[in-house]
């Protein structure tokens, strides 16, 4: 079976036509790629954390997670995004199941390396992929909200990037980034210019100039190391635009697509 893994960022949400639904429908009933949905929601939970007037903070794209911000995380990406989505494509005439990393320990999760300040953030150390088949197999489109938990039944809050990127990895997936951005520029003269493709030099050294910064860093470096281990093709891709999606399955130019220029060290 061949997958491909779609991560929604909740920057695009709003913005996104009903082709893009319809399109996800298409590719599955094709029967060729089944496709996969990993979401986010950042933009919904710091909406939920001020008018509770819990304070949010980021770390390199990275929410400080304390117990409080947990549950608003989990109400927001598994219930109110999650379901939405599967609304959506029940619209679209698709068959979607929504379930978050905690179900079926899809995500069992440690906290992040680097640092403990970050509280309840996680990292995925396994995907249950076996899960993820059988709802394939079933004719379902698994839409997954980013949460993971670890033995103890401790829950964490995973970057919905590095989440898809680790199911993309386990799958050995494509990989396509739907986000509100044409896809990585920089701006020459006030005009945005986007780079139609990016190597980990060039990634580094725009991460080093602050080209790329906030919620690109997690991207990029969930790109990289999918890149790095078992996924052949990852783009970062305009979700307003029409038919973005197909255009990636096409091969198109389209969007950032990020490719490795040194060897990759191990598979
Ligand atoms: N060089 C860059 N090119 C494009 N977007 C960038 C760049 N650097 C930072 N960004 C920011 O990254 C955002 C996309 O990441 P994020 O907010 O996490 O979105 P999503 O919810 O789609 O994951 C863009 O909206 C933009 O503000
Ligand atoms: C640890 C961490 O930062 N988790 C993210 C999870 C949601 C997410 O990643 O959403 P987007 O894709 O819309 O950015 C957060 O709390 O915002």
Known sequence: MKYVVIKCGGSVFEQLPPSFYQDIVTIQ???????????????????LLQQTGVETKFVNGLRVTTNEVLDVVEMALSGSINKGIVRKLSKAKGNAIGISGVDGTLFAAKPVEETDSLGFVGEVTNVNTSLLESFVTQG???VVSPLGIDAFGQRY???????ASAVA???????CFI???????????????VFHQLDEEKI???????????????????????LYRNVMEVSI?????????????????????IALTQEVPYV
């Open 169 to 175: 990895q386990a799958l050995g997936a494509k990989l």
């Open 29 to 47: 009933k094709q029967g060729e790629w089944q496709p996969i949905i990993v979401h986010g929601g950042g933009p919904l939970i710091s909406h």
């Open 204 to 226: 580094e050294e725009l991460i080093e100039q602050k080209i790329i910064h906030g919620g690109m860093i997690p991207k990029v470096q969930s790109a990289l190391s999918a």
């Open 140 to 142: 379902l489109i698994p």
């Open 237 to 257: 891709v305009d979700g307003t635009k029409e038919h973005g999606f197909v255009d990636f399955m096409q091969g198109k130019q389209i969007g950032t697509r």
């Open 157 to 163: 809050n995973i970057n919905a990037d590095m989440a």
């Open 179 to 193: 986000s509100d951005i044409p896809g990585i520029f920089h701006e020459v003269n006030g005009e945005k210019q």
